[in-house]
T-cell receptor, first 107, second 115 residues
Framework: DAKTTQPNSMESNEEEPVHLPCNHS???????IHWYRQLPSQGPEYVIH???SNVNNRMASLAIAEDRKSSTLILHRATLRDAAVYYC????????FGQGTELSVKP | GAVVSQHPSWVICKSGTSVKIECRSL??????MFWYRQFPKQSLMLMAT?????????EQGVEKDKFLINHASLTLSTLTVTSAHPEDSSFYIC???????????FGNGTRLTVT
């Protein structure tokens, strides 16, 4: 299974941008990069995904390195509701979750 | 957006009994469904992958006779925990995927407590 590496935890201030990094040096050409987040006692929520080009949606932006060995999830203005565990996962016919990054947001 | 409904949200059962958890895709056809288990303070662990109309593929270490998965239609998959024991107490989460490169959509999980 393709492995991703994320920091265990990050902290941000409310209304400031947050950049969540992910390394995936063993990515293959057909692996999509997916991001999900999970609040306590809930199922994960889809955030964004991409293959090669940067992607934007109403929740976040995904910046993918040119060599695709790393990516960054960008939350443009963090809110208290964005506090969650964020998972960066390579789709290879299934999603294997790593430990993710626990994001805390300070008011 | 795509909605996956999971039922029940919580269940308490006695040791030795079986429990069935349902997972429905409400507004799309789920060609593939996945079942995960999550223990406190840990990440999600994939248990099995099921495609409509065929047998589920279980991950290594997951007992297929204990965790029965049925995916009889494009909108419904069920997980039955047979002869449940206290160590089966966990948070079970299903997810569903439509066609192509669409993302996974997750249910809100079922908290199983075996006494």
């Amino acid at each position: 299974d393709a492995k991703t590496t994320q920091p265990n935890s990050m902290e941000s201030n409310e209304e400031e941008p947050v950049h969540l990094p992910c390394n995936h040096s063993t990515i293959s050409g057909t692996d999509y990069i997916h991001w999900y987040r999970q609040l306590p006692s809930q199922g994960p929520e889809y955030v964004i995904h991409g293959l090669t080009s940067n992607v934007n949606n109403r929740m976040a932006s995904l910046a993918i390195a040119e060599d695709r060995k790393s990516s960054t999830l960008i939350l443009h203005r963090a809110t208290l509701r964005d506090a969650a565990v964020y998972y960066c996962i390579l789709w290879r016919s299934k999603l294997i979750f790593g430990q993710g990054t626990e994001l805390s947001v300070k008011p | 957006g795509a909605v996956v409904s999971q039922h029940p949200s919580w269940v308490i059962c006695k040791s030795g009994t079986s429990v069935k958890i349902e997972c429905r895709s409400l507004d799309f056809q789920a060609t593939t469904m996945f079942w995960y288990r999550q223990f406190p303070k840990q990440s999600l662990m994939l248990m099995a992958t099921s495609n409509e109309g065929s047998k589920a593929t279980y991950e290594q270490g997951v007992e297929k006779d204990k965790f029965l998965i049925n995916h009889a239609s494009l909108t419904l998959s069920t997980l039955t925990v047979t002869s449940a024991h206290p160590e089966d107490s966990s948070f079970y989460i299903c997810s569903a995927r439509g066609q192509g490169v669409s993302p996974l959509h997750f249910g809100n999980g079922t908290r199983l407590t075996v006494t």
